[in-house]
């Protein structure tokens, strides 16, 4: 199964989208499934369902900074180079999707008023992009790991 199908499959498991893409790189990130969806879940809905900034492409910026990050807050190098790999990532998302932003990608004119998720009915899988935007995310993801393999 490919990490897109993973994270599609995820979604509709009922994981938010931000965790279905980062609990289909578990293994990838040496977390239990458990682990990556607690450490996910509050970018769910564009962060806390604020609609902002697209929880497929936290997710991916989630992965990136597990397997090409830094943890010395003085090593610019390594800070510029991850920079530089989410800003490709999302260059290719944007060709991609459109955009980064979850309430653009659904179509909304302003953010959500409620923090309640919606329940997952079959209206709510056949009026949202979400599945698919997840698979999108992981796709690019899996592609751009096998470009540039981290140690």
């Known amino acids: 199964m490919t990490k897109g199908d993973a994270a599609y499959e995820n979604f509709l498991k009922g994981y938010n989208c931000t965790q279905a893409v980062t ?36 997710g991916v910026v989630m992965v990136l900074s597990w397997l090409y990050g ?3 807050p003085k090593d610019v190098t390594s800070k510029k180079e991850l920079y530089e790999k989410i800003r490709e990532l999302a260059n290719r998302f ?15 004119e302003k953010a959500e008023q409620s923090a309640a998720p919606e329940p997952r009915t079959p209206e709510y899988y056949k009026k949202r ?23």
């Open 70 to 72: 830094y943890s010395d």
């Open 129 to 151: 992009p979400c599945p698919e935007l997840c698979r999108s995310a992981a796709e690019l993801l899996e592609k751009f790991i096998e470009e540039n393999p981290y140690e």
């Open 94 to 108: 944007r060709e991609q999707n459109g955009s980064i932003i979850c309430r653009e990608l659904l179509g909304l």
């Open 23 to 58: 609990v289909a790189f578990a293994k990838e990130l040496g977390l239990s499934e458990d682990t990556a969806a607690r450490l996910s879940c509050g970018f769910g809905g564009g962060m806390g369902r604020m609609r902002e900034v697209c929880g497929t492409f936290s």
